[in-house]
T-cell receptor, first 116, second 116 residues
């Protein structure tokens, strides 16, 4: 069984300041890792993913996350946030086994509130 | 359609009534997933379809919940004799199976169910 822990339920941050959202996971098998973002009253949108290869992955809007296997972490960072980054962010994992159907296990979410 | 479509977007029902939630996946996506997002439980997996069969129903919380998929496309999640604890946002996602297990899930906007 897998589990995902997002240590911070809420993160207030000032505009143009950096932000880091922490995510730790546990699994007995290899996993794929994802960050999803949910804007108010909308569904989940994929922000970025780690499947294999380079442990540092980036999104088109300035977010990046680094897979750390030894620490079982996949923290999300952005060096300078905008008001439009106000949203809830979910870390998720899926087992790297086809038979598992790739269902996602989510963390509890981190609500980011960007203040002017 | 261009994305995953869910209907209705909002549903208010009385305790004890049955409800049906519909999901129309992205055309050509063979895998379909239902998740539930509630305040107390966060985001939880409910059921996964590959084509019309459901290899994994492990997340359905009780026998009042059932789901079916027909023609490898539209899926319906049915909740019988609704209870107040069923109040949540029900999210549907679909993915292609061509590169499993790396296939990415695309989410609909969800159905917000309120049981009075």
């Amino acid at each position: 069984a897998q589990s995902v822990t997002q240590l911070d339920s809420q993160v207030p941050v000032f505009e143009e300041a950096p932000v880091e959202l922490r995510c730790n996971y546990s699994s007995s098998v290899s996993v794929y890792l994802f960050w999803y973002v949910q804007y108010p009253n909308q569904g989940l949108q994929l922000l970025l993913k780690y499947l294999s290869g380079s442990t540092l992955v980036e999104s088109i809007n300035g977010f990046e996350a680094e897979f750390n296997k030894s620490q079982t972490s996949f923290h999300l960072r952005k060096p300078s946030v905008h008001i439009s980054d106000t949203a809830e962010y979910f870390c998720a994992v899926s087992e790297g086994i086809k038979a598992a159907g790739n269902k996602l296990t989510f963390g509890g979410g981190t609500r980011v509130l960007v203040k002017p | 359609g261009a994305g995953v479509s869910q209907s209705p977007s909002n549903k208010v029902t009385e305790k004890g009534k049955d409800v049906e939630l519909r999901c129309d996946p992205i055309s050509g996506h063979t895998a379909l997933y239902w998740y539930r997002q509630s305040l107390g439980q966060g985001l939880e997996f409910l059921i996964y379809f590959q084509g019309n069969s459901a290899p994994d129903k492990s997340g359905l919380p009780s026998d009042r919940f059932s789901a079916e998929r027909t023609g490898g496309s539209v899926s319906t999640l049915t909740i019988q004799r609704t209870q107040q604890e069923d109040s949540a946002v029900y999210l549907c996602a679909s993915s292609s199976w061509t590169s499993a297990p790396k296939n990415i899930q695309y989410f609909g906007a969800g159905t917000r169910l309120s049981v009075l």
